[in-house]
Structure formats: C-alpha cells, structure tokens
C-alpha cells in the first residue's frame, strides 16, 4: 500500500495532538505503519527552528522572516522525516502543516500569497496532504482548552497563544477560507464535541475519501464503555 500524508489543521486548542494520535492508534489496529509527527518540529533540525519561533525570538523580524523559518523548518521535516516515511509505504500523520503558515503568516500575518507559494515550491514541491482534517472550534472554547492543558503542564502562553481574540477569531475564518478553497485535499470536522465523538468524524473522513479500511474495520470509539 503506498504511503499517505494525512495533516491535522486548526486554531490554538482545537485538539489537533489529540485527534492525530487516536488516528494514528486506529490505523495501527489494522496494521498500517504509522509515523505521527509535528510541526513546526518533527526532525531534529526542525525542533531547534521550532524552540525559536515559539519562544517568540523571531517575533520582532515579522511575519515574513516567520514565514521563512518555518519553511525552513519545514524542508528539513520533509527531507528527513516525511519523505522517507512516506517511501517506505508508511502513514505520515501531521499535526500542522503548510496550511498553518497559510492561515497564521498569510491570512493573519498579512503576507503576499505569491511569496507563499514561492514558499511551498521550493520546499513542499509536490509533496502535498493527500487528506487534510480542519478541526473546526469556536476561538474561545479553543483557548480555554489550551489554557487548561497549559495549566496541567505548568507551562506559559507561546508566541502564538498570546495574540488577541480577535487574532484568533481570524483564524478559525482563514481556515474555513483554505478548506472551502480545496474541497478534494480538505475536509472540516466539528471539533467541540468530546474526542472520541470527533474521532470517529474523523475516522469516516478517512475511510470515505483514503478508502482505506472500512468503518466497521476499527470500532467507533464513541460507543465504548
Ligand atoms: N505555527 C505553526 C505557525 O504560526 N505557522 C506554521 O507554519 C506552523 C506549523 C505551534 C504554534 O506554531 C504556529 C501555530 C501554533 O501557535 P504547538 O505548541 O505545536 O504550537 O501547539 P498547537 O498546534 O498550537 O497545539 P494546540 O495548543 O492548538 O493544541 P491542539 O493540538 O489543537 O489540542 P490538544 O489535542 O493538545 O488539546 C488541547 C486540550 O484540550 C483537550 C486536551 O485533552 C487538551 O487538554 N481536548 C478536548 N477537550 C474537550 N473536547 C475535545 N474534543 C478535546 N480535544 C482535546
């Protein structure tokens, strides 16, 4: 079976981790090889460019120079990870991918899509999701989540957590706006319901449009005790 690349988008807190890795259990169950991964990170060149975009080093540069450490960070995630992942015939599932530079850097960063583009070639090139899953929450409910996780962490806001409301309230319109734009690549799933309510969304999602296993192959998550 040839391998998929599988990328989970959406706002601060929309449960993108989580849902990334009940799919990746649910693939294993039926013996897929699976490799869950991030971004930015997932190599360790591209954790490095991860720590400084989060820790809000590049912040002052602006959006563009931004923009550009997170494709940089993301050639090396393809190079070392995604690519020979997928070569091998395995699943890569992604938590976050371009998109999240088209949403955060384009739509809200205000940047030239053209640039994008320029961007995307140079680094993704052909190497395009074949499934892209839109977590979609409202931006309050998503920051509450995020609050509490980072609670439970005792970790602090990031570079990105700290932006307003309407920072946020922004993007949650600029990925309605990338997945009505490419109806074949993405799919958007309702996300406040508990997880495993939007597990099984997600997996429908996967069995219609990867053809992948059927539905009743991996039992719905939802009905379990
Ligand atoms: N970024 C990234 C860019 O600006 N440009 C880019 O190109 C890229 C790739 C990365 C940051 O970098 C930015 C975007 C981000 O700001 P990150 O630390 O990797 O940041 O984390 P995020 O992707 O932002 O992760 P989130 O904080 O948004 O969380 P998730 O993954 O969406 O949510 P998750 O699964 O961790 O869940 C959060 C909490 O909610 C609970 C979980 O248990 C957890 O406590 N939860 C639910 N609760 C109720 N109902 C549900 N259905 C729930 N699902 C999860």
Redesign the pocket.
Known sequence: MPGRLIT?E????????????LLAGRLRTLGVAVVLT????GSPGAEIV?HV??AGAAKPLGAEV??IL??A??ADHLDKTIRPALARGAWVIC????D??R???GALGKLDPEFLRALERVTVGGTMPDLTLV?DLPAEA?LA??E???K?QGNGV????SEDLAFHAGLRDAYRAIADAEPARCAMID?????H??SDAVWQVVCDRLGTARTEDAPLLAAAP
């Open positions: 989970f959406g706002g601060e807190g929309a449960g993108k981790s989580t849902q990334a890795s991030r971004e930015p990170g991860r975009l989060l931004e923009a997170f494709a960070a993301r938590d976050r991918f371009l999240s530079t949403a955060y850097q977590l998503g989540r995020a509490s996780r980072r439970g990031d570079r990105f957590e996300a406040a319901a508990p997880p309510t939007v």
